[in-house]
């Protein structure tokens, strides 16, 4: 098993544990959108866990200097991004900036916070993917503004056709500290579900409109 493959399980793990992350794979929870879903990720429960917290920022970290050594500043998404991004920053030494999903209606009507020079590049930190449309809107924000964002570092993707799509049509790089493949082996391995759920917990990712259904 390789390094990254390691961290994708433990922080799969830390996820499960502290529940963050909840598998119902026969009693769907249902989103926003109306979309059926076995799963339910709410990574802001990681703020209140100071290790795990600073596991996800030191892996979030290891990846920027690996992969994105010439970055120049850390922006959070408004508002689960923003707290990882300011420890990641911290770790760096790097300024950090937020945005938000649209300009403010008050004051300056910043969609930024923070300074960002022309030309800085950006990598911007995301707790969960799904659709991919908050995300790729920040990015685009940033370039917008005269940055270069270099790609999206998220904690936990669910890995949807939709998503994965949307970032290669935008152009813009996305990388995940783990995802929901992984989280699957882990959750069996752990007695989390039962083996004989776990081809209808994928069968979710690759048809999500007719889960449930």
């Keep these: 098993m390789n390094t990254a493959q390691s961290?994708?399980?433990?922080?799969?793990?830390?996820?499960?544990?502290?529940?963050?992350?909840?598998?119902?794979?026969?009693e769907p929870f249902t989103w926003t959108s109306g979309i059926k879903s076995p799963i339910y990720c709410d990574n802001r429960l990681t703020m209140s866990h100071p290790e795990i917290r600073d596991a996800i920022a030191e892996a979030f970290a290891?990846?920027?200097?690996?992969?994105?050594?010439?970055?120049?500043?850390?922006?959070?998404?408004?508002?689960?991004?923003?707290?990882?991004?300011?420890?990641?920053?911290?770790?760096?030494?790097?300024?950090?900036?937020?945005?938000?999903?649209?300009?403010?209606?008050?004051?300056?009507?910043?969609?930024?916070?923070g300074a960002l020079a022309a030309g800085q590049k950006v990598i911007v930190i995301e707790d969960l993917i799904s659709t991919g449309g908050s995300s790729l809107k920040a990015a685009l924000a940033v370039?917008?503004?005269?940055?270069?964002?270099?790609?999206?570092?998220?904690?936990?993707?669910?890995?949807?056709?939709?998503?994965?799509?949307?970032?290669?049509?935008?152009?813009?790089?996305l990388d995940t500290l783990t995802n929901y493949s992984r989280l699957l082996e882990v959750a069996v391995e752990q007695g989390a579900i039962a083996q004989n759920d776990l081809e209808l917990l994928r069968s979710w990712r690759e048809d999500p409109a007719s889960y449930g259904v």
Aim: charged share 20%; hydrophobic share 45%.
């Design 7 to 26: 961290t994708e399980r433990e922080i799969a793990a830390s996820l499960l544990k502290i529940g963050a992350v909840a598998l119902r794979p026969h």
């Design 143 to 173: 370039n917008e503004a005269g940055g270069q964002a270099l790609g999206v570092l998220a904690i936990f993707s669910y890995q949807l056709d939709k998503g994965i799509q949307a970032f290669a049509e935008a152009g813009i790089p």
């Design 62 to 113: 290891d990846k920027i200097r690996s992969e994105y050594p010439q970055t120049e500043v850390v922006a959070g998404t408004a508002t689960a991004g923003i707290p990882h991004a300011a420890w990641v920053a911290q770790k760096l030494g790097l300024p950090m900036i937020y945005v938000r999903d649209k300009a403010k209606g008050h004051g300056k009507q910043n969609q930024i916070e």
